[in-house]
């Protein structure tokens, strides 16, 4: 058997962050940007326009927002179900 070594890169393009998120490069931008509600801002390198994330602190940003979103509350709105007030009329 021969040693093989896979080699992770310690820092991630756009691209790279977008294919592992599951989203568009330009929504990686905004989160880099901070326009993306609900999130902080995704630390990046900048190499003049370029941008770069560590990967380090991707995993960082996707455990922080993940501990985030679980502490957020869903906020009551009045409204049950769809359809839940049909056959209930005021007299």
């Not at 709105?77 to 209930?88: N, Q």
Request: with cysteine; hydrophobic share 45%.
């Amino acid at each position: 058997m021969s040693d093989v070594e896979i080699v992770v890169p310690e820092i991630m393009t756009v691209e790279e962050v977008a294919q592992r998120l599951r989203c568009s490069k330009a929504h990686v931008c905004n989160a880099i940007n901070g326009k993306v509600n609900g999130v902080t801002t995704l630390p990046a390198i900048s190499m003049g326009r370029r941008k770069l994330i560590r990967v380090s602190a991707l995993a960082a940003w996707l455990a922080q927002n993940e501990l985030a979103d679980s502490n957020a509350m869903i906020p009551a709105c009045g409204i049950e179900a769809v359809g839940a007030s049909k056959g209930k009329h005021d007299a």
